[in-house]
């Protein structure tokens, strides 16, 4: 079955022909390399323009001046110029018409390759659909990375930026918050955390592991929590949270136990109704908040990736902050490279893919992780990088590793020790450090203790 395609498809022959022509006008000098560094050479449709296109780059990358007969010398070497008629087929073409600007011709041409490469897009999924030799799952995934890449394009395409550009970027950004204006991060409401970090970075992949029962789960939903509330007048950060091993259910009660300071085992039990009128404040104060839970198992980045696009597509609330529970149970499309391998290239793949999706977007990711076992058998049970389960890719893929440490599960008579660590093993773009912590199991959260900040050597 071949692929539906419309009798005519998106494109601009005109614009095409006035760009070279521009471009390749005596003069055109630097304004024409920006413009033509813009593009690539299957943003044109026609096959003339195209040899053509890749002859001028060809010279301007060279620093060969452009004129017709350098180009002609260019399509001669690339055997293309019989493509465009010959030298009388090159010149007629050059006579198109010259634009001031053809920065604005490049613009127009690469909307029509973009909606070009979303008709052969939407083709394909129509033929793979309709000979059903791949389940649904595959195809939705597959699509959805198709399309994050699409629109991802152009922001790939940056290329070098002038220090006066990026300058002026940075100095503007540094006012802002020098002037409160922009917060340096997103702060997560733990004060001596916060300072070490300057908050949560955007495009930062920020790994937090522990061993199973230690708290990672409960110190991520607190994060995420005081994220989104509201400080000192600013709206809270829209934060997603994707938990692939409880319920949206769990994850907000154990949400509303943190918040409301009710006992988890109270509000499971239904024994809580002393404090219901307080217990639904709370109720009403989390659903004003900017947060999003998701339950779904089995996903993988891509389909993350997807619901990150359609809620900014939906609402006038981008999210802004992410957090995975947990890396090892993520899945990798059946048609990715991981998942026909063994289980370290797999997460490793999984680990990159989160770090560019943290950078494509310009958010903090923050995924849990599990711990290798052998860290029970250390003395003392301390954390250390060489601990990350599965492969060394996290470690390498993160901007931040912190671990939970706490004192082994007591006995059935003893009494659970509250003192906890989190202890920031890596920290690329600042200090480490050991922050003493309180957990409050039956509010499922963490507080800062008094004591000061310890350095992490």
Same mark, same amino acid.
């Given at each position: 079955?071949?692929?539906?395609?419309?009798?005519?498809?998106?494109? +601009?022959?005109?614009?095409?022909?006035?760009?070279?022509?521009t471009c390749c006008a005596p003069g055109a000098g630097l304004i024409a390399s920006e413009a033509v560094f813009t593009l690539a050479e299957d943003d044109f449709v026609h096959p003339a323009h195209r040899a053509v296109f890749r002859a001028l780059r060809t010279l301007i990358e060279a620093q060969v001046e452009v004129n017709s007969l350098t180009l002609k010398d260019?399509? $001669?070497?690339?055997?293309?110029?019989?493509?465009?008629?010959?030298?009388?087929?090159?010149?007629?073409?050059?006579?198109?018409? +010259?634009?001031? *600007?053809?920065?604005?011709?490049? $613009?127009? =041409? *690469? *909307? #029509?390759? #973009?909606?070009?490469?979303?008709?052969?897009? /939407?083709?394909?999924?129509?033929?793979?659909?309709?000979? @059903?030799?791949?389940?649904?799952?595959?195809?939705?995934?597959?699509?959805?990375?198709?399309?994050?890449?699409?629109?991802? &394009?152009?922001?790939?395409?940056?290329? %070098?930026?002038?220090?006066?550009?990026?300058?002026?970027?940075?100095?503007? *950004?540094?006012?802002?918050?020098?002037? &409160?204006?922009?917060?340096?991060?997103?702060?997560?409401?733990?004060?001596?955390?916060?300072?070490?970090?300057?908050?949560?970075?955007?495009?930062?992949? =920020?790994?937090?592991?522990?061993?199973? /029962?230690?708290?990672?789960?409960?110190?991520?939903?607190?994060?995420?929590?005081?994220?989104?509330?509201?400080?000192?007048?600013?709206?809270?950060?829209?934060?997603?949270?994707?938990?692939?091993?409880?319920?949206?259910?769990?994850?907000?009660?154990?949400?509303?136990?943190? #918040?409301?300071?009710?006992?988890?085992? $109270?509000?499971?039990? &239904?024994?809580?109704?002393?404090?219901?009128?307080?217990?639904?404040?709370?109720?009403?104060?989390?659903?004003?908040?900017? %947060?999003?839970i998701c339950d779904q198992a089995s996903i993988t980045v891509p389909q993350i990736q997807n619901m990150i696009v359609k809620q900014g597509s939906q609402s006038n609330r981008r999210v802004e902050f992410v957090i995975v529970d947990y890396l090892q149970l993520l899945s990798s499309p059946e048609s990715s490279r991981g998942a026909k391998q063994n289980e370290a290239?797999?997460? &490793?793949?999984?680990?990159?893919?989160?770090?560019?999706?943290?950078?494509?977007?310009? =958010?903090?990711?923050?995924?849990?992780?599990?711990?290798?076992?052998?860290?029970?058998?250390?003395?003392?049970?301390?954390?250390?990088?060489?601990?990350?389960? +599965?492969? /060394?890719?996290?470690?390498? $893929?993160?901007?931040?590793?912190?671990?939970?440490?706490? #004192?082994?599960?007591?006995?059935?008579?003893?009494?659970?020790?509250?003192?906890?660590?989190? =202890?920031?093993?890596?920290?690329?773009?600042?200090?480490?450090?050991?922050?003493?912590?309180?957990?409050?199991? @039956?509010?499922?959260?963490?507080?800062?203790?008094?004591?000061?900040?310890?350095?992490?050597?």
């Amino acid at each position: 079955m071949a692929d539906w395609l419309p009798e005519r498809l998106p494109e +601009d022959i005109d614009a095409e022909r006035s760009f070279l022509a521009t471009c390749c006008a005596p003069g055109a000098g630097l304004i024409a390399s920006e413009a033509v560094f813009t593009l690539a050479e299957d943003d044109f449709v026609h096959p003339a323009h195209r040899a053509v296109f890749r002859a001028l780059r060809t010279l301007i990358e060279a620093q060969v001046e452009v004129n017709s007969l350098t180009l002609k010398d260019a399509l $001669d070497q690339d055997d293309s110029l019989n493509k465009v008629g010959g030298y009388p087929g090159l010149v007629e073409l050059l006579a198109g018409e +010259d634009v001031e *600007r053809p920065q604005v011709l490049a $613009d127009v =041409i *690469r *909307r #029509k390759a #973009k909606l070009r490469r979303l008709v052969h897009l /939407g083709a394909q999924l129509v033929r793979q659909a309709a000979e @059903e030799d791949e389940a649904p799952e595959v195809l939705v995934d597959q699509t959805a990375q198709s399309l994050f890449h699409l629109a991802q &394009g152009d922001a790939k395409a940056k290329g %070098l930026l002038p220090i006066q550009a990026v300058a002026n970027d940075a100095m503007e *950004r540094l006012a802002d918050r020098m002037e &409160g204006r922009l917060s340096s991060g997103i702060r997560v409401g733990f004060s001596r955390f916060d300072e070490l970090t300057q908050g949560f970075q955007p495009g930062n992949l =920020i790994v937090l592991a522990a061993r199973p /029962g230690i708290g990672k789960t409960a110190l991520a939903l607190n994060w995420i929590l005081r994220a989104a509330q509201e400080r000192d007048g600013r709206p809270g950060h829209c934060g997603a949270f994707f938990s692939l091993e409880m319920s949206h259910e769990e994850v907000f009660m154990r949400l509303l136990a943190a #918040k409301s300071q009710t006992n988890m085992k $109270d509000l499971q039990s &239904g024994r809580a109704s002393g404090r219901l009128e307080h217990v639904m404040r709370t109720r009403d104060e989390l659903v004003e908040m900017p %947060l999003f839970i998701c339950d779904q198992a089995s996903i993988t980045v891509p389909q993350i990736q997807n619901m990150i696009v359609k809620q900014g597509s939906q609402s006038n609330r981008r999210v802004e902050f992410v957090i995975v529970d947990y890396l090892q149970l993520l899945s990798s499309p059946e048609s990715s490279r991981g998942a026909k391998q063994n289980e370290a290239v797999r997460i &490793g793949e999984i680990s990159r893919g989160l770090k560019l999706m943290a950078k494509d977007f310009g =958010i903090p990711v923050v995924v849990l992780s599990q711990l290798n076992r052998e860290v029970e058998h250390r003395t003392g049970g301390r954390p250390q990088l060489s601990d990350l389960r +599965d492969s /060394g890719a996290i470690e390498q $893929d993160a901007d931040m590793v912190a671990f939970i440490h706490r #004192k082994m599960m007591p006995s059935a008579t003893e009494e659970p020790d509250p003192s906890a660590e989190l =202890i920031v093993a890596k920290h690329r773009n600042g200090p480490t450090a050991v922050i003493q912590l309180h957990f409050q199991g @039956e509010f499922a959260m963490y507080r800062e203790m008094v004591r000061e900040t310890s350095s992490y050597a």
